[in-house]
């Protein structure tokens, strides 16, 4: 039986909520219906208002699951594979078994797809898959295992939308562009872009979830080099007098600061995960993230302080083979900039759980646990409690002990 519960009867615009889906081959997405987006205040507009012919009745919902916010959140990224497959017992049982206690389970990937089936008749079922086949049956073992959730939803990185919707993307000779890994983005000064995601970020709060972490929040890299030479559009933020620069902050920061205000009603705290450089810098000048604005929006900010990240960087020629270094100086730079905020969030840092052999023309630095720990061991010294750990592949190391550091500070 689901673990739901109705708080309170809204209305939304059938619209906002991508009605018109359809798929094409290898590709599900919206297919071009004309979306307006809708405020929290229209949304609970009374239904004498409401032309009922155009809207969409719905429930605002809640979850009734029994999950507890952890003494510090210690927590593991797991794709949606994992979660739904073998792995998954495998990771509880290092959670159970260590000092972990969270868990950041895709929602929405990388290349756009949900990682479950969305109810039949959802506006979202096209772009649903059966990666987690039964999310009732996840939610509950991690609520009878104590485990933490948080959803991930990738935002502005998502070549189904682009595909379907190349209107809402950046285009080249009339083709949707992508990176050098064949990726497409979605374009963040579309506020259609916004609603799309917001409505996923709603639905995995009504699943369940404790924490909505938005990822790929911000334009393509290096972005500066090419916005003059593809076509897209910038709504709302065309005659802004600003540099296109500062336009793209503004669109960035916008939109971290309305989905945090449409998700205000549901029981769910809100982070965004940001690039570690992003700190160290006013602003960057192509992906538009600005730490301090985007900190000021959220509840979490999670920094992706990966070392094999970074070039030579805070006096360190090669950041990979120096995590604690690495760490340790950017810790202090963030509590620097976080410190000047009037209300700074939690910081919770993304660590390296990984090797980076990409890095080396010869041998590979290898990343086990004395690195893993050297990381972790940065952040307590710093006074920061919580961290995520990154593994693509979600093979974590085995043997690290992470309260490394703070059992001898305290």
Known sequence: MRKWKSLVMTC????????????????????????????????????????????????????????????????????????????????????????????????????GNITYAPEEGSVYEDIGTTYISDPEAMMERLEQEEIYPIARIVVFKD????????????????????????????????????????????MAAEMGFKEIQFDYVRFPEGFETRDEDLEYTMGDYADLDMDNTQKRVEAVTDFVSYAREELSNYDVDVSVDIFGYAATIEETPGIGQNFSKISENVDIISSMIYPSHWGPYFGLDNPDEE????????????????????????????????????????????????????????????????????????????????????????
Do not use: C
């Open 12 to 111: 939304a615009v059938a619209g906002a909520a991508f009605v018109g889906m359809g798929q094409a081959e290898e590709v599900r997405a919206e297919d071009g219906a004309d979306v307006t987006a809708t405020s929290h205040k229209e949304r609970t507009t009374s239904l004498e208002e409401i032309d009922t012919s155009q809207q969409l009745s719905r429930f605002l919902i809640t979850s009734d699951y029994d999950f507890t916010y952890p003494d510090a959140v210690r927590g593991l990224y797991v794709t949606g594979h994992s979660a739904g497959g073998e792995k998954f017992d495998g990771l509880i049982d290092l959670i159970s078994s260590t000092s972990l206690n969270s868990m950041v389970i895709d929602v929405k990937e990388d290349y």
């Open 159 to 202: 070549s189904i939308l682009a595909e379907e919707r190349p209107d809402l993307s950046f285009q080249e000779n009339g083709e949707v562009w992508t990176n050098g890994g064949g990726d497409a983005f979605v374009n963040p000064f579309e506020k259609e872009v916004w609603d799309y995601n917001v409505e996923i970020a709603k």
């Open 323 to 410: 995590p604690y270094a690495l760490v340790d100086e950017y810790s202090q730079v963030e509590n620097d900039v976080l410190g000047d905020l009037d209300e700074p969030p939690l910081s919770r840092p993304w660590l390296q759980d990984f090797s980076a052999p990409w890095l080396y023309s010869g041998s590979t630095f290898e990343y086990g646990q004395a690195e893993v720990e050297a990381q972790i061991e940065a952040l307590y010294e710093n006074g920061i409690d919580e961290f995520l750990l990154w593994n693509a592949n979600n093979t974590y190391t085995e043997g690290v002990d992470y309260l490394k550091g703070k059992e001898e500070e305290e």
